[in-house]
C-alpha cells in the first residue's frame, strides 16, 4: 500500500500545478473582458487545502519510513521516476508545502488588482511545480528539469514589472548566474549518466571510478543557486514583489540546493571523516575545506552588508545568506540533524521577516526609524575590531568589495547591457566575449581530456557559436532570429547525433548534406546581417516594447524560442534529453559543449523577449494596455506621457469594481 500511496504523491504533486497553471493561462487568455479575481482566489485556496491534505495522509500511512519507490515511464515521458520517501523528503515536502500555502494566501491580497495578478500565480505554481520535482525526484531527469524550471521561474518574478527596464536588466543578470551555475550542475549529471548512475542518491558509487573531485561541482552549484558565491547579486534580485522576495530568497530557492545535499551528500565525504588526511594538493577533502573558507568568507561579508544597507528586503536577503553559509558549514561538518533543523526553522523565520516588511514600512513611516538599536552582535563586532579597520571594511560594503562588483560589468558587456542601443557596437562587444568565452571554454576542456579531441566536432559546435552571435546580431528581427535560433540548435543536435551513429560503426549519408546546408545558411545569414547592419540607420534602444502586439502573441514567441533551446516543460525537452542520455556515455565532452551552447541560445531568448516586447513602451496606448485594469498605474502612465491629451485621460480612466470588472464611466 506504501508503494502505491507514494506513486499517487508523486502524480498529484505533479500533474496538480500543471493543471493549475494552465487553468490560470487559459482564464486569462480567454476572458478578456471578464477576468475575475474570485475563480484564482478558489484555486489557489482550494489547491493549497488539497496539498496539505496529501501531506497529512502520506504522514498518517507512510509517515518518516524509508520507502523506495521506482515509478516505471512516469507521465508517459519514457523515464522513470526514482522516488526515495525518507525523514528528509518528508519533513521538505510538508515544509515547502506549507510555505507555498501561507505565500499564496498572503498573495491573493497583497497582489489584489495588480496589473500582473494572472503573471504572478502562473510563476508560481511554475515554481511549485519545480520544487516537487526537486524534493520528490532521485533520478537525473526529473531533477534536472526541476532545478533548472526553479530557476528560470525565480528570473521571470524579477522581471515581474515588466514596464521597467531596470527589473528586466537585473533579471537577465541573475539568469546569467544561474545558468553559469547550471553548468557545473550539469557536468555532475553527465559524470553520473556515463557511469550508467540514473539515481542521484548513489553519488557516491563515483568513488569506485576514482571521480571525488566530482564533489566539487555539486558544491558550486548548490552555492549559485542559494546565493553564497557571488552573493552580489541578491539585491538585484530584490526587484519583483514581496511575495516572490519572500518565497525565492527567503525560504524555499536558496534554501532547496541545502535539502539537496541533505539527500545526497556522502557521510564519508565530511571534513571530520577525512581528518587528517587532507594534507595533499590532490585530496578530494581539499574541495570540503575550500568550501568552508568560502561559507565563512561569505558569511563575513554579508554580515557586514547586512549591517551597511538600508534597504529593508536587501538586509533580510543579506542576512539569509549568512545563515546559510553557516548551514553548509554544518552540512560539510557532518552535522545533518543540526543543519535540518536550522534550515526549516531558519526558512521560516525569513519567510515571516519578509512577509512583515511592506507592514513595517507603514508602522514606522521612515528607514530610519525602523532601523533597530545595536544588538549584541554590534557591541562584539565593535570591541573585536578598531575602528580605522571597522570603517576600512564598511567602505568595502559600500562598494561591494570592488573587485567582485566589477564581475557586473563583464556580465553586461557580455549580454549587452554596456550598450543603450543595439547596433554595431554591441554587437561586435557581445562576438568577442563570446567568441573569447568559447575558446576558454575549450581549453579547459582539452586540458582535462587531450585523447578525445577531434577536430571536426570543435568546428562544427564552433559554427553552432557562430549561429548564436548572429543571433544577437538579428535580435530587433524576429524572423531572422528564430530562424539563426534553430540554425545553432540544430548544429549542437547534429554534432550528437553524429557521435551516436559513429559510436554503433554506421554511416550517415545525410550528415555531410546536413553540414554543407548549414554552412550555406550560415555564409548567406552573415551577408545579410552585415549588410542590415551597415544600412540600418534607425537607433533601436533598449527595452522599449517596439514590437509588441499583444500578451498573448508575445508569450507564443516566448515559449516558441524557449522551445528550440529545450527548455523543461516544453515538447523539445523530451528529444534533448534523449540525446543527452544516449551521448552521455559515449561523448560526455560533446554533450557538454552543446549544453554550454544552449545556455547562450537561453540567456539570448531572454533578452529577445525582454529587449523587444516588455520594458518602458514607446506608444502611450501600449502603455495604457498593460495598466489599463489598474487605475494606480494608469495614473503613473499618463503622468508619464505628456502627449496625451485630456481627453483621451478622461476617456480612458476606469472604475474597478469588487469582481475586478473594468467599468467605463459615464
Request: proline share 3%; glycine share 4%.
Amino acid at each position: 500500500m506504501e508503494n502505491y500511496l507514494i506513486t499517487y504523491i508523486a502524480h498529484y504533486f505533479v500533474l496538480f500545478p500543471i493543471a493549475k497553471v494552465l487553468y490560470v493561462n487559459i482564464q486569462f487568455f480567454t476572458n478578456v473582458q471578464e477576468r475575475e479575481e474570485r475563480l484564482v482566489r478558489k484555486l489557489v485556496s482550494w489547491g493549497c487545502a488539497s496539498d496539505i491534505i496529501h501531506i497529512v495522509i502520506a504522514l498518517i500511512f507512510v509517515g518518516f519510513n524509508a520507502v523506495p519507490v521506482r515509478i516505471e515511464s512516469f507521465c508517459l515521458i519514457g523515464w522513470p521516476l526514482v522516488v526515495h520517501w525518507d525523514l528528509h523528503t518528508i519533513i521538505f515536502l510538508a515544509f515547502t508545502t506549507t510555505i507555498i500555502a501561507v505565500i499564496g494566501r498572503f498573495s491573493l491580497f497583497y497582489l489584489h488588482r495588480d496589473a500582473y495578478y494572472y503573471k504572478f500565480f502562473s510563476l508560481y505554481f511554475i515554481f511549485q511545480l519545480a520544487l516537487a520535482l526537486i524534493v520528490l525526484s532521485s533520478s537525473t531527469t526529473y531533477l534536472f528539469m526541476g532545478w533548472e524550471l526553479l530557476g528560470l521561474s525565480s528570473v521571470l518574478l524579477i522581471a515581474f514589472y515588466e514596464h521597467r527596464s531596470n527589473p528586466l536588466k537585473n533579471a537577465l543578470r541573475v539568469l546569467f548566474i544561474y545558468e553559469f551555475g547550471d553548468i557545473f550542475f550539469f557536468s555532475l549529471i553527465l559524470l553520473l549518466l556515463f557511469f550508467h548512475i540514473e539515481d542521484i542518491t548513489k553519488l557516491s558509487l563515483i568513488q569506485e571510478h576514482g571521480c571525488e573531485w566530482a564533489m566539487f561541482l555539486l558544491i558550486v552549484a548548490c552555492f549559485f543557486k542559494s546565493g553564497i558565491f557571488p552573493w552580489i547579486y541578491l539585491p538585484r534580485a530584490m526587484e519583483g514583489p514581496t511575495p516572490s522576495s519572500a518565497i525565492f530568497y527567503g525560504s524555499l530557492s536558496s534554501h532547496i540546493p541545502i535539502f539537496f545535499l541533505l539527500r545526497v551528500w556522502p557521510q564519508e565525504w565530511t571534513f571530520p571523516a577525512y581528518w587528517p588526511d587532507v594534507w595533499t594538493i590532490a585530496h578530494p577533502a581539499n574541495a570540503i575545506v575550500l568550501a568552508i573558507v568560502i561559507c565563512i568568507f561569505s558569511a563575513f561579508v554579508t554580515t557586514l552588508m547586512s549591517r551597511q544597507h538600508s534597504d529593508a528586503k536587501n538586509t533580510i536577503a543579506y542576512a539569509t545568506t549568512t545563515q546559510l553559509a553557516i548551514i553548509y558549514i554544518e552540512v560539510f561538518f557532518g552535522l545533518y540533524t543540526l543543519a535540518l533543523i536550522h534550515v526549516v526553522s531558519h526558512g521560516i523565520y525569513r519567510t515571516f521577516e519578509f512577509l512583515r516588511t511592506p507592514s513595517l514600512f507603514h508602522h514606522y513611516h521612515t528607514m530610519e526609524t525602523r532601523r533597530p538599536r545595536m544588538t549584541s552582535t554590534g557591541k562584539h563586532f565593535i570591541s573585536m575590531f578598531p575602528e580605522s579597520l571597522r570603517n576600512w571594511l564598511y567602505s568595502l560594503t559600500i562598494n561591494e568589495f570592488g573587485f567582485l562588483s566589477r564581475s557586473f560589468d563583464l556580465i553586461d558587456r557580455f549580454l549587452g547591457l554596456k550598450f543603450l542601443r543595439f547596433d554595431k557596437k554591441s554587437a561586435g562587444s557581445f562576438s568577442i566575449s563570446v567568441a573569447s568565452t568559447w575558446i576558454i571554454f575549450n581549453a579547459v576542456l582539452f586540458s582535462i581530456n587531450r585523447n578525445h579531441f577531434d577536430v571536426k566536432d570543435v568546428l562544427l559546435m564552433s559554427l553552432a557559436v557562430g549561429f548564436t552571435v548572429l543571433c544577437f546580431c538579428n535580435i530587433r528581427k524576429i524572423s531572422m532570429f528564430f530562424v539563426t535560433l534553430i540554425c545553432s540548435a540544430w548544429t549542437v543536435g547534429l554534432v550528437q547525433e553524429e557521435q551516436l551513429i559513429k559510436h554503433v560503426d554506421s554511416t550517415n549519408q545525410w550528415y555531410w548534406v546536413f553540414l554543407i546546408v548549414l554552412a550555406i545558411a550560415f555564409v548567406m545569414i552573415a551577408l545579410y546581417t552585415v549588410y542590415a547592419l551597415s544600412q540600418d540607420d534607425e537607433k533601436h534602444t533598449s527595452y522599449t516594447a517596439r514590437l509588441s502586439r499583444s500578451p498573448f502573441t508575445n508569450a507564443l514567441l516566448f515559449l516558441l524560442g524557449l522551445t528550440i533551446v529545450g527548455v523543461p516543460g516544453l515538447g523539445t525537452f523530451v528529444g534533448w534529453e534523449y540525446l543527452v542520455h544516449h551521448t552521455a556515455a559515449v561523448a560526455p565532452y560533446v554533450v557538454l559543449k552543446g549544453f554550454f551552447i544552449l545556455k547562450v541560445n537561453t540567456v539570448l531568448v531572454f533578452l529577445f523577449y525582454f529587449s523587444n516586447f516588455l520594458g518602458f513602451p514607446e506608444h502611450k496606448v501600449q502603455m495604457r494596455h498593460h495598466y489599463k485594469h489598474d487605475t494606480l498605474h494608469l495614473r503613473w502612465v499618463q503622468k508619464h506621457a505628456p502627449a496625451a491629451s485630456k481627453n483621451t485621460e478622461n476617456q480612458e480612466t476606469r472604475h474597478i469594481g469588487d469582481s475586478g470588472e473594468v467599468e467605463k464611466k459615464a
